[in-house]
């Protein structure tokens, strides 16, 4: 079985740009989460999505925003780019929503902000 | 919202020795911590979880401890190996998205 995928790998935008990252779950799977992981913060929560429908929100601004189509994939944007935002973005899919199901991770894409 | 200390942040064993993280958790509402390893350019792959109404479980040379009245869980690796060698994460989740330690580097000495 295919894992997470995420597109793209590696991204390099600059300030004030937009960028828009993809997820492709686990065949199967519903629930789609994404985290940011910074060296500094760590891994943080960003949004959780189950059925087309947000269900949770991480501690971060309105330039973060995603949303799932009715085959599961995910997309997550970021408006109006800062350099904080360099990091490296985590896709997440179960096959139920959190927190009782297993989260297998895709490979990240990596945002770099000049 | 849920806060999740771990230490230490780096660990140092000789190759064959155990390994012992350790995490504390602030909201008692929190009932499922698992642990994650990830490699360098890699995604965090879970080995292992443990949820609020059991007090241990083992997969192999991995096992994972909780005291609920504590508010702590640790990851122990037993008989460690090169592989091994890695960033540990421990979570915890009340209802939601993970909150994650700050990591582990464990180091594997030959």
């Known amino acids: 079985k295919a894992g997470v995928t995420q597109t793209p790998r590696y991204l390099i935008k600059t300030r004030g740009q937009q960028v828009t990252l993809s997820c492709s779950p686990i065949?199967?799977?519903?629930?789609v989460s994404w985290y940011q992981q910074t060296p500094g913060q760590g891994l943080q929560f960003l949004f959780e999505?189950?059925?087309?429908?947000?269900?949770n929100k991480g501690n971060f601004p309105g330039r973060f925003s995603g949303r799932q189509f009715s085959n599961s994939r995910s997309e997550m944007n970021v408006s109006t780019l800062e350099l904080g935002d360099s990091a490296l973005y985590l896709c997440a899919s179960s096959l139920e929503p959190p927190p009782y199901n297993e989260q297998f991770f895709g490979p990240g894409t990596r945002l770099t902000v000049l | 919202g849920e806060n999740v200390e771990q230490h230490p942040s780096t660990l140092s064993v000789q190759e064959g020795d155990s390994a012992v993280i350790k995490c504390t958790y602030s909201?008692?509402?929190?009932?499922?911590f698992p642990w994650y390893k990830q490699e360098l350019g890699k995604g965090p792959q879970l080995i292992i979880d443990?949820?609020?109404?059991?007090g241990e479980k083992k997969d192999q040379r991995i096992a994972v401890t909780l005291n609920k009245t504590a508010k702590h869980f640790s990851l122990h690796i037993t008989e460690t190996q090169p592989e091994d060698s890695a960033v540990y994460f421990c979570a915890a989740t009340p209802f939601d998205g993970l909150t994650f330690g700050k990591g582990t580097h464990l180091i594997i000495q030959p």
């Open positions: 065949s199967g799977h519903r629930s």
């Open positions: 443990i949820r609020s109404n059991v």
């Open positions: 999505y189950f059925s087309e429908t947000q269900r």
């Open positions: 909201d008692s509402a929190s009932n499922y």
